[in-house]
């Protein structure tokens, strides 16, 4: 099979995608619309406003004359813009713009909190003054660097505004500094700016050899770099190591001037112009008047240096009209950079399935007497004997845990009615006794029943299959014995079909039973259940609309053949074919790929040799006897009297896990980009399970370790960063109580080793215990940044997609209520991730069948009551912003990373088979005019397994 494919960067979105996104509809890819023809209260028609930023005007400084001062007022007036400029400002432009250059400064702020703007009062530190006297003298500006600090514009074209970035690590030593140049150097900046050491100072770090650690930083990035221009700062004044200051900085000065006398490499002297007087209390950082004053020594050293200073490195992809170094421009449909092959196959998965099994015999207490029944009831045992769990036989375990009880219909002849039995599994193959039950509806004339939990709550409903194919279903409320409650007929008769072509079964393994007809060719066409709790909603395999699609057709089956059972006991329900002898020929199902989400049916052959006699295909049965999750194989051998229960338990594995379940994509080393981490189910990575982002695919770097064991499953583990330290810690999550476990990433630059360190429960009191269900993909709980602080927060899905949230703030945990009214959208289908740059989460709606994904802007909080019940309930705001990522593959093989370090979310296609991926960078583009809707462009194709 083959996936579908946009073209390369400028690809067009498909016109459907732009439909979908413009018109609203009544229902969707999860079922029917709770909100009629349009989104919930809480979600704003499409914005495609942009905010514009004019350039800075600019003053002058004492120390310095061409230094900017934004916003100073000295009577200045409007000029034709409607910008205030200042007569100082006027002044400097009759002094003269330079001419500009026909290539960009492509400027890389290199260094620890000075140049993040640590103690600014816009956390923007020089950088703003700094670009602004830049565009002032006439160069194009880039900043580029893994991290986006301060409230400034990194504006390099007149149509869109951008969020600056650097790379500024509060705290970081001189080698750390230089570990952050080589895990962004193929950003390819031709300026980069040093400004190290005040770190070591500091902590008293070999102060004598700071100069050394300085170059060999230095002679790395310029043999890393063609024709780059390196500048380095010396220290900042310091309150009570400036001694120190002093020393490193006078080591840089000799190292500029003895070592690098022809090349492109200068010194910007900050200690030599700074007094004290221009720190904040803490006596190391700048005040505002300080970094104005070190803009300006910036300036003064890239002046000596500009007509020496070469163009960007063309080889290096970055569009520096575009930004693509990172922004908050608008994200365009069906506009990306790639597909880029970016994993070549990883991963572990558990093989095919292979079955094993023990014989338990004869079960005593599951026998079924025959009594003195007649022959016209004894007959029909087989067909009206069933094992599923309806009653709960310990509440507090896990689903995969679950045990079958022993049902039985029985129909008399004589008055025309069912009376219906039930033996509780007690578990080791132990019944308890004969109990009746009712099940709240008249199913008298059946003919054939079937029992499976229709709406996700792990209880088996009853269904009765009525002539003709029509189903009516009754819902188990629980109790022991079971409550039955009738909700009628769920379908309706097609015409050609009866009741014997029916089958009930959990084709795509999201918890609800799908309906399914074998039809004239012996080929399976199934509908599954899309709706909502106790309410259904069917749709297609193929796609959404097509009901009773084909789901499989590699085998005919004969007259009652075909058994539709969880064999290895995933939550999908697997295909067997009983041969006469009571055989099974098995395909198991398997999360697939490309459109629609028909499974991927793999053949395992004979898995269950039958018996020694033939005529037997109606006595096999299969049910969890012995609660491993997979269905043990039941064979109910008649004698005389009665019908022994005779059971094989299964202990065979496989076909469960695909190579892919197992990804995990953040940002493990605080780079600004997302890593690649591989978990176990049981939570535990092996050494080599870490694949660093060297943003170079599909190449991964390998040179890390990583220790990993916390507790599993991984469906309850997640990657986020609690404190705001930029790298990425292991959350574990309490399915019961909600609570998270933080496992504290410890990375370790010098051992290149990532280690976690237990710091026990820190959500307690946020509680979501919407835990997960049967898929993947089911997670009640989320972990992604909504407010922009740097810090992962908890969101809480229920399974319609309602969501709550906890602020994570430094001073705890803040409950914000409802953030998002349900949209009738399974959770499975929702992501949480930053589309534009605005440094806050958004949310995106996967379409099930295509991966057409729905953005809603994060638009911000209010903790105004009025506002919120306004906004439907909710407290943050949301903008449908539409179909923004096109259709490739179906929407469970689509992940949202941010693997180009940009801080926008890339579109990555994952083969779950293969676990190959590639990815759509999400990058800006330079819209000089707004676009018309693009034409249809047809869709190109890769394939899979190259």
């Not at 069912?418 to 099940?439: A, K, W």
């Not at 960078?921 to 034409?935: A, I």
Request: overall charge negative; charged content about 20%.
């Amino acid at each position: 099979m083959r996936c579908r494919a946009l073209p390369g960067f400028g690809a067009i979105v498909l016109a459907a995608s732009l439909l979908l996104s413009a018109q609203p509809v009544l229902g969707h890819s999860d079922g029917p619309n709770p909100n009629g023809d349009g989104f919930a209260s809480d979600v704003d028609s499409s914005d495609t406003t942009v905010t514009l930023e004019s350039d800075f005007p600019l003053v002058f400084h004492p120390h310095l004359e061409d230094v900017v001062d934004p916003g100073v007022g000295d009577n200045g007036v409007s000029d034709s813009t409607g910008l205030v400029v200042s007569n100082l400002t006027r002044r400097a432009d009759r002094l003269g713009r330079r001419a500009a250059k026909d290539f960009y400064l492509r400027v890389m702020p290199l260094g620890a909190s000075i140049t993040q703007g640590s103690a600014s009062s816009d956390g923007n530190g020089y950088r703003k003054w700094l670009r602004a006297q830049l565009r002032f003298k006439g160069w194009n500006v880039n900043m580029v660097g893994s991290k986006q600090d301060g409230s400034m514009a990194d504006k390099a074209s007149t149509t869109f505004d951008y969020r600056t970035d650097n790379e500024g690590h509060p705290g970081w030593l001189i080698d750390e500094i230089h570990s952050a140049f080589q895990a962004t150097r193929y950003m390819f900046p031709n300026l980069v700016l040093i400004n190290a050491g005040t770190n070591d100072c500091n902590q008293n770090k070999d102060i004598a050899n700071a100069g050394k650690r300085i170059q060999r930083m230095v002679d790395d990035i310029l043999s890393s770099i063609e024709g780059v221009t390196v500048i380095i700062s010396t220290l900042a004044r310091s309150k009570d190591h400036d001694d120190c200051a002093s020393t490193v900085s006078q080591q840089i000065r000799d190292l500029v001037k003895n070592s690098y006398g022809n090349q492109r490499v200068g010194v910007a002297d900050f200690y030599a112009k700074m007094t004290k007087e221009m720190l904040v209390s803490d006596g190391i950082h700048p005040n505002d008047e300080g970094y104005k004053l070190f803009a300006a020594v910036w300036w003064e050293a890239i002046h000596k240096l500009e007509d020496r200073i070469q163009p960007p490195n063309a080889a290096s992809g970055i569009d520096d009209s575009a930004v693509t170094s990172g922004g908050t421009c608008e994200k365009v449909a069906g506009n990306a950079r790639g597909a880029i092959k970016s994993q070549v196959g990883s991963g572990h998965d558990d093989g095919y399935y292979s079955h094993k099994s023990v014989a338990k015999g004869a079960l005593l207490t599951a026998r079924i007497e025959k009594r003195d029944d007649p022959a016209s009831v004894t007959k029909g045992i087989p067909e009206r004997m069933f094992f599923a769990n309806i009653v709960v036989n310990n509440p507090g375990a896990p689903r995969s845990e679950a045990l079958d009880d022993w049902i039985r219909v029985f129909h008399d002849p004589d008055t025309g009615k069912n009376t219906y039995y039930y033996r509780q599994n007690q578990g080791g193959g132990v019944f308890g006794p004969s109990t009746t039950f009712d099940v709240d509806m008249n199913c008298d004339s059946g003919p054939r029943y079937a029992f499976h939990d229709f709406n996700n709550d792990g209880l088996a409903d009853f269904f009765c299959l009525q002539l003709g194919s029509a189903v009516s279903v009754s819902l188990n409320r629980g109790g022991n014995p079971p409550r039955f409650e009738s909700i009628g007929m769920v379908v309706p008769t097609h015409s050609g079909y009866t009741e014997r072509d029916v089958r009930i079964a959990d084709i795509d393994g999201d918890g609800r039973a799908d309906y399914c007809l074998i039809n004239a060719d012996g080929y399976l066409l199934c509908s599954r259940n899309g709706g909502q709790g106790d309410k259904h909603s069917w749709q297609g395999f193929s796609d959404q609309t097509g009901l009773t699609g084909m789901t499989f057709n590699k085998r005919k089956r004969g007259l009652d053949e075909l058994i539709i059972a969880d064999l290895n006991g995933d939550f999908r329900d697997d295909l067997m074919f009983i041969g006469d002898n009571g055989n099974a020929h098995t395909f198991v199902n398997m999360r697939g790929w490309g459109s629609g989400i028909v499974p991927d049916w793999r053949d395992t052959g004979i898995t269950h040799p039958g018996q020694g006699q033939y005529g037997i295909r109606h006595l096999i049965k299969f049910g969890r006897i012995y609660g491993s999750g997979r269905k043990d194989y039941i064979y109910l051998n008649e004698t005389k009297t009665h019908y022994d229960v005779v059971v094989w338990e299964n202990v065979g594995g496989g076909s469960t896990k695909r190579k892919a379940d197992g990804n995990f994509y953040c940002d493990m080393r605080g780079s600004g980009a997302d890593d690649y981490v591989w978990i176990y189910d049981d939570g535990h990575t092996d050494s080599t399970d870490f694949y660093a982002n060297i943003h170079q695919p599909p190449n991964w770097g390998h040179s890390i370790t990583i220790s990993l064991n916390v507790p599993g499953p991984r469906t309850g583990i997640h990657l986020a960063d609690w404190n705001g330290d930029g790298k990425c810690d292991v959350l574990v999550q309490d399915k019961a109580t909600g609570t998270l476990t933080l496992y504290e990433n410890r990375y370790n630059l010098g051992d290149k080793t990532i280690t976690f360190h237990n710091q026990g429960v820190v959500s307690n009191q946020a509680r979501c215990t919407q835990g997960w269900g049967v898929g993947i993909f089911d997670r009640g709980m989320r972990m992604a940044d909504l407010d922009g602080d740097g810090r992962a927060d908890i969101i809480c899905l229920e399974p319609n997609g309602r969501a709550t949230a906890w602020l994570n703030k430094a001073s705890g945990l803040v409950d914000v209520g409802q953030i998002k009214r349900t949209e009738g959208w399974d959770r499975a289908n929702i992501r949480f991730a930053d589309v534009e740059g605005s440094g806050k989460a958004d949310l995106i709606h996967l379409n099930k069948y295509t991966g057409a994904a729905t953005v809603l802007k994060n638009k911000g909080f209010t903790t105004n009551p009025d506002r919120i019940a306004a906004n439907g309930g909710s407290s943050l705001y949301w903008t449908n912003r539409g179909v923004l990522y096109s259709p490739i593959n179906r929407g469970e093989c689509m992940h949202f990373t941010n693997q180009g370090g940009l801080g926008r979310a890339d579109l990555l296609e994952v083969l779950p088979y293969t676990n190959q991926a590639w990815t759509y960078f999400n990058e800006c583009v330079r819209l000089l005019s707004p676009l018309p809707p693009p034409p249809y462009q047809p869709l190109t194709e890769h394939n899979p397994f190259t």
